[in-house]
């Protein structure tokens, strides 16, 4: 892909993937959002409407479809875990051509799923750290004062990885590429599971959680801290209930804003995935293992 002009498509344009849509389109990219027929008709028609503290208020045209027609520079894969497969039949292995297909979903175990089904080279997993939410079908209000994406994939040609990173920082999204897939995803894991189980159980926001349960936080990430380094990810819990400290004590994760709506939960990317890893490397988690029957 080239720096300045490419394409890119973004399956699953919601908060994430809206997000990133309209800053690539506003930085000159062509942009194709795949999406169901009632959402690309209003994207097409009204563009995707941004509303943010760090990029300002704007609106930005792309077009849109109900699948890939054409081969892309890269495909934004932003769906949730509990829409991915079905959301996948919009991009057919052939159609994706020698495009880059980059995940941003939080969790694990996609990116096998991924490469069952496109080849290995073909996806690169990408963590993010924004708080971005669609308020409506092409309407995203953008919270967080920051926007970072760690692009990975040892198996990706690293000269295009670099090309698309250079077009997102270009774009306002700070990007990094990274050469260690599992650590990269496991960091993510190791502070979002811990946070995701027990804001959503207790239906509290963080500064509860982080005093008056306290002590059960602190196990749980030791517990995921322990599955984290068995799978190549970092092993160090103090940096993760460190960070929860940065949090405003309202602030709430995802998961359980989704509970709170009564949409379905990523609870099986998020804590069924840790569940799987540590039966894997033999580790106990029964702190996560009670969290994650009691949400099932
Ligand atoms: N939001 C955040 O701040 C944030 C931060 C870090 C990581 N993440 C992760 O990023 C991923 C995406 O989260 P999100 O918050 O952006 O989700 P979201 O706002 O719910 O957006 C998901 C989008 O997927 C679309 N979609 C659902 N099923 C589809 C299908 N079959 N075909 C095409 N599009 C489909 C939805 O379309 P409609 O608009 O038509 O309903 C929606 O626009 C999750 O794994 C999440 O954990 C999110």
Same mark, same amino acid.
């Given at each position: 892909m080239t720096d300045h002009v490419s394409t890119v498509a973004v399956?699953? =344009?919601?908060?994430?993937?809206?997000?990133?849509?309209?800053?690539?389109?506003?930085?000159?990219?062509?942009?194709?959002?795949?999406?169901?027929?009632?959402?690309?008709?209003?994207?097409?028609?009204?563009?995707?409407?941004?509303?943010?503290?760090?990029?300002?208020?704007?609106?930005?045209a792309v077009e849109a479809d109900t699948e890939l027609r054409e081969p892309v520079d890269a495909c934004l894969v932003t769906v949730k875990h509990t829409a991915l497969d079905t959301a996948?039949?919009?991009?057919?292995?052939?159609?994706?051509? #020698?495009?880059?297909?980059?995940?941003?979903?939080?969790?694990? #175990?996609?990116?096998?799923?991924?490469?069952?089904?496109?080849?290995a080279d073909r996806v690169a997993p990408a963590v993010i750290r924004v708080e971005s939410t669609r308020t409506a079908p092409g309407v995203v209000q953008h919270g967080s004062p920051f926007t970072e994406i760690d692009l990975t994939g040892a198996s990706a040609p690293r000269d295009r990885l670099d090309a698309l990173a250079r077009a997102l920082t270009a774009a306002g999204v700070s990007t990094r590429v990274l050469a #260690?897939?599992?650590?990269?995803?496991?960091?993510?894991?190791?502070f979002l599971a811990p946070l995701a189980l027990m804001t959503t159980h207790y239906a509290e926001p963080i500064g509860e959680i982080?005093?008056?349960?306290?002590?059960?936080?602190?196990?749980?990430?030791?517990?995921?801290?322990?599955?984290?380094?068995?799978c190549g990810g970092p092993s160090d819990p103090a940096a993760a209930l460190a960070r929860y400290e940065t949090f =405003?004590?309202?602030?709430?994760?995802?998961?359980?804003?989704?509970?709170?709506?009564?949409?379905?939960?990523e609870l099986d990317a998020i804590g069924g995935a840790l569940?799987?890893?540590?039966?894997?490397? #033999?580790? =106990?988690?029964?702190?996560?293992?009670?969290?994650?029957r009691a949400l099932s």
């Amino acid at each position: 892909m080239t720096d300045h002009v490419s394409t890119v498509a973004v399956l699953g =344009p919601g908060g994430v993937g809206g997000l990133l849509a309209a800053l690539l389109a506003r930085a000159g990219h062509r942009v194709v959002c795949l999406a169901s027929e009632d959402t690309a008709k209003t994207l097409r028609t009204d563009g995707i409407r941004v509303r943010s503290g760090q990029f300002g208020d704007f609106t930005a045209a792309v077009e849109a479809d109900t699948e890939l027609r054409e081969p892309v520079d890269a495909c934004l894969v932003t769906v949730k875990h509990t829409a991915l497969d079905t959301a996948l039949d919009r991009i057919a292995p052939a159609a994706l051509g #020698d495009g880059l297909l980059i995940p941003l979903l939080n969790g694990v #175990d996609h990116p096998a799923l991924l490469r069952a089904r496109y080849g290995a080279d073909r996806v690169a997993p990408a963590v993010i750290r924004v708080e971005s939410t669609r308020t409506a079908p092409g309407v995203v209000q953008h919270g967080s004062p920051f926007t970072e994406i760690d692009l990975t994939g040892a198996s990706a040609p690293r000269d295009r990885l670099d090309a698309l990173a250079r077009a997102l920082t270009a774009a306002g999204v700070s990007t990094r590429v990274l050469a #260690d897939e599992a650590a990269a995803l496991w960091a993510k894991l190791l502070f979002l599971a811990p946070l995701a189980l027990m804001t959503t159980h207790y239906a509290e926001p963080i500064g509860e959680i982080r005093t008056r349960h306290r002590d059960e936080l602190a196990a749980l990430v030791a517990e995921t801290a322990a599955v984290s380094a068995a799978c190549g990810g970092p092993s160090d819990p103090a940096a993760a209930l460190a960070r929860y400290e940065t949090f =405003p004590a309202q602030a709430k994760s995802s998961m359980q804003r989704d509970a709170e709506a009564g949409r379905a939960l990523e609870l099986d990317a998020i804590g069924g995935a840790l569940l799987r890893a540590a039966a894997r490397h #033999d580790i =106990p988690v029964p702190i996560a293992t009670r969290l994650v029957r009691a949400l099932s």
